[in-house]
């Protein structure tokens, strides 16, 4: 048997983001394989939860086989995923204008839905839908704005991330397609499904049927990961592995002691340098 620092002696499932705790680009965090395999042995649970909707989750489940953890598309929870649940609680076919990729768009019609291509098309369009899309174009910004302001589309977002840790750094984010479609339409997207919204991590706990006290994510962002999990009212733990670093936090600590204007939401229980401090040497 192995210890888990006192903090999550009673955990029972662990929610992880991907990119910058599992794996930065294609590389994989080092020992995250065996530390998942750790947690999974003693009989604790391991979801993922990342507000990249560029990728199914098939092609998830791939890509962290070939980096030895083994998981299935069930184990998912992208904001492409939960933006297809979330829209077909509203709508059961919808018909959707997508500017994002093959994840979003694939999610979509595995729920039944019906992807707009056409510009001609939309007045039959129900919601216009804006994730990252690494091939954006004025074009379908147009197309976008033609939904919403000549037709009867409704705007959604998966995500607002400003960024996108790359191999070669920071590349934009879909916060950047999301904000376009907002300043030429004057409409802020009604609701952004991924993180810092808590709605993934509360379908996680409803579908897994456990508590949110045993319950845990580990995040590099702030202002997604941490927050939502606090907002879903589970454990959050920062790890120094991606976007974030201890100073940063430090000091996010020090002015939400002196000021109401900081949002202690984005606070985490727990900063680790790295997942090896998960466990008692
Ligand atoms: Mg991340």
Same mark, same amino acid.
């Given at each position: ?7 999550? #002696? ?32 003693? @009989? ?8 990249? +909707? ?24 992208? +904001?492409? +995923?939960?933006?297809? @649940? ?23 019609? #595995? ?30 910004? #147009? ?22 840790? @790359? ?43 456990? +508590? ?43 002015? @939400? ?25």
């Amino acid at each position: 048997m192995i210890e888990l620092i006192p903090e999550l #002696a009673e955990l029972e499932l662990a929610i992880f983001d991907l990119d910058g705790v599992v794996y930065r680009g294609s590389q994989l965090i080092p020992n995250v394989d065996s530390i998942i395999q750790t947690l999974k042995d003693n @009989s604790i649970d391991v979801v993922f939860n990342s507000n990249n +909707s560029t990728a199914t989750r098939k092609a998830y489940v791939k890509r962290l086989t070939n980096m030895n953890i083994q998981c299935k598309r069930e184990d998912f929870y992208t +904001s492409a +995923s939960i933006t297809a @649940s979330e829209i077909t609680k509203l709508n059961q076919n919808a018909k959707i204008f997508v500017i994002g990729e093959i994840g979003l768009k694939e999610e979509l019609k #595995a729920k039944g839905h019906y992807i707009i291509k056409h510009k001609k098309e939309f007045k039959l369009v129900d919601y216009v839908i804006v994730g990252l899309d690494r091939d954006f174009h004025y074009k379908n910004l #147009a197309i976008a704005q033609k939904c919403i302001l000549e037709g009867n589309a409704i705007f959604y977002a998966t995500n607002a991330d400003s960024t996108l840790p @790359s191999e070669d750094g920071l590349m934009p984010g879909a916060g950047v397609m999301v904000n376009a479609v907002q300043v030429c339409t004057g409409h802020p997207p009604k609701k952004i499904f991924g993180k810092p919204n808590p709605f993934g991590i509360l379908s996680i706990l409803e579908d897994r049927q456990l +508590s949110a006290e045993k319950t845990c994510i580990f995040g590099d962002r702030l202002n997604t990961d941490i927050m939502a999990g606090n907002r879903a009212g589970i454990k959050t733990i920062a790890v120094m592995t991606g976007v974030t670093n201890k100073k940063e936090i430090n000091e996010l600590r020090k002015k @939400s002691q002196n000021s109401d204007k900081i949002d202690k939401d984005l606070l985490p229980d727990l900063v680790l340098e790295n997942l090896n401090d998960l466990f008692v040497r």
